[in-house]
């Protein structure tokens, strides 16, 4: 952001004057000389401003206090290395001081330069120095130096820029020459000014997603995690960790992930883990290092401003650039923003705010701040270099700018909030960035004193330990309150905002592609949509909704989450399983397959049977079978019914058969289609189609069958007349033997009833081909 207020004049100091002017002087001697024949000046001074190759790395990987001021020691140490292939003799680390620097710009130009220090060594600091006799090439060497801070001449109040050198012999040249240097800034304000910037910093807690939808099937449904990683960030030393103690610490605002909580939650309850390679889950065992972080970070925001994302922390531009394209997909960022404050109180026992969305890396658009604030939110977390100044100002404007429609925009500012993105484990590079940080901030104040501003600070989601370390000391540095003083978001949200700073939300092409290219595919919202239906088509028929809405609620969440960014694989493969197995979950209500019934008669009931293999009970539930052939096969107690519907409700581990009245009224095949519905009629899982054989007694048959019952009574008549004509004579009526005589056995044998053609009633599954009950 260029600024008018990097060319407002900052002067010199008397004792930098006076330093400048006899360095001018001095340079002036050898040209003085020659006009005059004067002899030359002695080559031991011609050589202490001399410069030579840039043989030797100077590391400075300490200085502290990093903010001093009046009485203050200044302590630097570090390393020096010579890089290059000859030994440096008679070197000495020393300090120079440079220029003032006027301005945020001239801080930044100052830090991407690598020529020549344009700085003095004060004849002063000639004794503050360490000395090394010989430094070998490819050998390092630490120091440190402690310079009292009066030594420096640092009279006016603003940005120095300080340079810690090696100086030096080669055996290339035998004078003394500068081989290597660090340039730092030291911020200078030895009393406090008379408006204080008003500086906020967040404080995010937030992590990637560890916890699937999958849960056990006891009482306490204890919850299956994808890995067990998060152990090591809660750990004592780990990310997490750090970030919790330390910022117990600091004037902070705490921004959270209600996601992050739960998960911590869930461990401290007991949980399992994934193992990939056996396809088991084995049982977690870092309960006690959750418990430890959560009472550590429910200490830490005790009494303090507590922020709370939508659950899950959602990918608000994926949602306003890809999702828009699938409708329902706001409805998700509803369901996430709802579920956060209950999560953060009951969690951690304070209220927090849901009033703010925070975009990735803090860039907007307008179709990303509608679909920001669609779910509630009033004020959007963005950064400077998205709503850049385009009017002038000679200053930083305050964060909040009015933005429309009641929002506000809360600008945070982009050289404060990215000043600890790069690589923080080396000494060398966290000791420069704290340095810049204050530098900027003091800049910034100095640019109006008289005019008092809110600086907010939002640094990345996740920062590494040694950024939150860096971060850490960067704001104990500015504990003294020389120049700025904290506040809270809510508070910089509502800060009176600056007429003059620009409101216009940039437009979509502005938006920036490398953001862009990482955003969530549409094709991941579809996916998220089909899963949220399949649930809310699932849940109506459990006597227990909430074991199976909660979890699935909550990963359908974190499908959305900001954390899948750059791991395009792994976030689909996260969104395939949790649609998979809520699939294989609602699979578990079905219907028993069966291809072929057989019915004779014309009346008989069809068993079908419906499983339940769920721990729960299902209900609201209906059973429907439709006949193809109503004219040759009714169902149901109507007249000529093609339809007919069964409540089905079952416990959970049982199968249930249902007996469906038919009625036949010809001969033939008839195709069956059974399907199970919701009570609001929608479809549960796939139709079962089955064929019903209808083998009708014929009324050609009944004549027959009739004939021969007539036959077998004539015949009965017969032999009784037989028989009482016989017992009159005394004769046996069949064959002429007397009574008492004895009867051959195959004549004696009756006809037995006709076994029946229709199975007894079972509860057992009906298998393929079987006959149907009457």
């Known amino acids: 952001m260029a600024e ?52 030797v790395d100077v590391a400075l990987n300490s200085l502290t206090p990093g903010a001093p001021a009046k009485g203050d020691t200044l302590t630097l140490s570090g390393t020096v290395t010579n890089k290059g292939r000859t030994p440096v003799t008679e070197a000495r680390v020393g300090l120079r001081v440079g220029a003032r620097l006027t301005g945020r710009t001239q801080l930044d130009t100052a830090a991407e330069r690598t020529g020549y220090f344009e700085g003095t060594e004060l004849e002063q600091l000639k004794t503050y120095v360490v000395k090394i006799p010989q430094l070998l090439p490819g050998i390092s060497t630490d120091f440190s130096l402690a310079v009292p801070v009066d030594k420096l001449d640092l009279d006016d109040p603003g940005v120095y820029q300080l340079g810690v050198t090696l100086s030096g012999k080669t055996k290339a040249s035998g004078i003394e020459q500068v081989l290597g240097v660090e340039r730092t800034f030291l911020p200078w304000q030895s009393s406090p000014v008379k408006k204080k910037t008003q500086l906020t910093y967040l404080w995010p807690l937030i992590s990637t997603t560890r916890l ?93 401003k ?189 800060a009176k905002p600056d007429p003059r700073a620009t409101t216009q939300v940039p437009g979509g092409s502005a938006y920036p592609d490398k953001l862009r290219d990482q955003e969530l595919p549409t094709s991941a919202f579809e996916t998220i949509k089909a899963t949220q239906h399949t649930l809310d088509q699932f849940k109506v028929v459990l006597t227990r909704p909430e074991r199976v809405v909660a979890p699935f609620g909550n990963a359908i969440n974190r499908e959305m989450s900001t954390s899948w960014r750059g791991k395009e694989t792994a976030a689909g493969t996260y969104r395939e399983e949790v649609q998979g197995y809520l699939v294989n979950l609602t699979d578990e209500v079905n219907l028993i397959e069966k291809s072929t019934a057989t019915l004779s008669g014309r009346s008989a ?119 009482k004509r016989a017992a009159a004579r005394g004769e046996d009526p069949d064959d002429g033997t007397p009574d008492g005589g004895t009867p051959d056995d195959e004549d004696s044998e009756q006809p037995s009833d006709p076994t029946p053609d229709t199975g007894p009633e079972s509860g057992e599954p009906s298998g393929p081909g079987e006959k149907v009950d009457r």
Do not use: C
């Not at 179709?367 to 977390?381: L, Q």
């Not at 709503?387 to 700018?401: D, F, H, K, W």
């Open 605 to 723: 009931t069809i068993p079908v049977t419906v499983q339940n293999k769920l721990v729960q009970d299902v209900h609201h539930l209906v059973l429907r079978l439709h006949s193809t052939m109503p004219t040759r096969l009714k169902l149901g107690e109507g007249e000529g019914a093609a339809d007919t519907n069964v409540p089905i409700k079952i416990r959970g581990g049982h199968s249930q058969s249902v007996k469906i009245p038919t009625t036949a009224n010809a001969n033939g095949k008839v195709l069956v289609t059974a399907q199970l519905f919701t009570e609001d009629n929608t479809p549960y899982g796939p139709p079962m189609h089955f064929t019903v054989r209808i083998n009708e007694v014929t009324p050609t048959i009944m004549l027959v069958i009739a004939g021969g019952v007539l036959l077998l009574v004539l015949a009965g008549i017969k032999m009784y007349s037989q028989r």
């Open 212 to 304: 699937s939808a999958e849960t056990g099937s006891d009482e306490q449904q204890t919850p299956v995690f994808e890995n067990d990683d998060l152990a090591k960030e809660l750990a004592p030393g780990g990310r997490l960790e750090q970030l919790v103690s330390l910022g117990d610490e600091l004037p902070v605002t705490w921004v959270v992930d209600p996601d992050l909580l739960a998960t911590v939650e869930a461990m401290v309850k007991g949980y399992t883990v994934k193992d990939r390679a056996t396809g088991t889950k084995v049982p977690g065992k870092n309960q006690a290092v959750a418990k430890n972080w959560l009472n550590s970070v429910e200490k830490a925001v005790k009494d303090q």
């Open 306 to 494: 507590v922020v709370s994302l939508p659950f899950a922390d959602p990918d608000l531009a994926s949602l306003a650039h890809r999702g828009k394209k699938v409708p329902g997909s706001l409805n998700q960022l509803q369901r996430a923003t709802e579920a956060a404050p209950g999560t953060v109180e009951s969690i951690l026992h304070v209220k927090p705010s849901t009033d703010f969305a925070w975009p990735v890396n803090g860039a907007i658009d307008p179709a990303i701040v509608n679909a920001a604030t669609s779910a509630g939110a009033h004020n959007v977390i963005a950064r400077s270099d998205s709503l850049a100044e385009i009017g002038g100002l000679p200053y930083t404007p305050t964060a909040a700018r009015p933005i429309g429609a009641g929002r506000t925009a809360v600008v945070a500012d982009a050289r404060l909030s990215t000043a600890f993105q790069g690589d923080m484990s080396k000494a060398e590079n966290s000791t420069l960035a704290v340095q810049q940080f204050l530098a900027h901030t003091l800049a910034l104040t100095l640019q109006d004193e008289d005019k008092q501003r809110s600086i907010v600070v939002a640094p990345q989601r996740m920062p590494s330990v040694t950024q939150v370390q860096s971060m850490a000391t960067a704001l104990r540095a500015l504990a003294a309150g020389r120049w700025t003083q904290p506040i809270d978001l809510e508070a910089a949200a509502k």
């Open 4 to 55: 008018a207020a990097d060319i407002q004049g900052m002067n010199p100091s008397p004792a930098r004057r006076w330093a400048l002017r006899a360095a001018s002087l001095l340079l002036g001697v050898p040209l003085l000389a020659g006009m005059t024949q004067l002899p030359p000046a002695p080559a031991a001074y011609a050589a202490e401003d001399a410069s030579g190759p840039r043989t």
